[in-house]
């Protein structure tokens, strides 16, 4: 096992960091962190789930403790990639952080598009509950780091306030170690928005595995077993394979089609990308002087968001020749703003 690394030697290349950190950067794009994406640590069960998981596979052993109050669910893990999603957009954007974060639950809510009724505030805090409740004994790889450890998905989670309707307003969440070292060390990937328009918890978790595994790759293959065991699904081996091909009919993912193969074989494929990356002809990387006046343009947005937005726009418009990525770029953020 190779030894853990100081966290200062992350935190060095970062600016120093506060006692908290104000989640306040509107339409960030959502990210995910990328050891969760590949194990199964959430629960995809409806009910609450009390087993006691066991996961191993390529040398990863993973166990994940339930409270009384049953298992972390995959619906639960948005709090987690809504916090995950404002500190990298911070980071990008060279401000300091901190693994206390202070949220409006309103814009929680909203961002990963769930009910902003009395119901959906009392189920965000059952969600913090099972959160940090639930405890992970794992030597899953964080950067550059190994280590066997244990810990609960959140360390501690407050209601700060009130409101007279008894609606939580502010909320403070103290994000565990292991899971603030992966947003230094940058061990994220981006999510489509339109995960969390995903319902079913197998269909949230089918996507993850591809998110990790299929990328920017035409295919991945991976078959139904290997498929089950990643996945964390409680399903016999018949009903999970029917459930996928249930999915396979639906094609209800975002970013990635499946297809059943011979030999119990699923592919899943990669959707046209309108998203070009660095390696394809399109607009020029954006210096920093574009990213400072964008900024100055729509204080407290994700400038690299909106950036990524930008390319898709540009791509799904027909990859007009740009006489200015500059010009350009900015002239979208004023009609984004506008709307």
């Not at 810990?151 to 994000?175: D, K, P």
């Not at 074989?265 to 990308?273: D, E, G, K, N």
Request: aromatic share 8%; glycine share 6%.
């Amino acid at each position: 096992m190779r030894a853990m690394q100081p966290a200062t030697k992350v935190e060095r290349t970062l600016p120093l960091q506060g006692d908290f950190f104000l989640c306040d950067i509107f339409n960030a794009m959502p990210k995910d962190d990328m050891s969760t994406m590949e194990h199964p640590v959430f629960s995809l069960a409806t009910r609450p789930d009390l087993r006691i998981l066991h996961y191993q596979h390529n040398g990863t052993e993973i166990t994940v403790t339930p409270s009384v109050r049953g298992l972390a669910t995959i619906h639960d893990k948005d709090i987690l990639i809504y916090c995950v999603s404002q500190l990298m957009a911070a980071v990008n954007g060279g401000r300091a952080v901190a693994r206390r974060l202070q949220l409006t639950a309103h814009d929680l809510l909203a961002a990963t598009s769930r009910e902003t009724s009395g119901d959906g505030y009392a189920r965000l805090r059952d969600a913090f509950e099972r959160l940090a409740g639930t405890r992970i004994t794992t030597n899953i790889v964080t950067g550059e780091a190994e280590v066997t450890r244990g810990f609960g998905l959140i360390e501690a989670w407050q209601i700060e306030r009130r409101s007279r309707g008894g609606r939580m307003i502010s909320v403070s969440v103290t994000l565990s170690d292991w899971l603030y070292q992966a947003v230094l060390a940058k061990s994220v990937l981006t999510l489509s928005r339109d995960y969390f328009q995903l319902r079913k918890p197998l269909e949230r978790r089918i996507y993850e595995l591809a998110r990790k595994h299929c990328g920017r790759q035409d295919q991945w293959r991976i078959s139904v077993d290997v498929l089950l065991k990643k996945s964390g699904s409680a399903s016999p081996r018949r009903v999970f394979r029917a459930m996928l091909r249930q999915m396979i009919a639906a094609d209800p993912l975002p970013d990635y089609s499946l297809a059943e193969e011979p030999g119990d074989i699923i592919c899943f494929s990669a959707r046209a990308v309108v998203d070009p990356s660095p390696g394809l002809p399109g607009p020029a990387p954006l210096d920093a002087d574009t990213l400072a006046a964008a900024r100055a343009l729509a204080p407290g947005w994700d400038v690299y968001a909106l950036e990524a937005d930008w390319r898709g726009y540009w791509a799904a418009s027909g990859r007009p020749r740009l006489r200015s990525a500059h010009a350009a770029f900015l002239g979208y953020v004023r009609v984004r703003l506008a709307r």
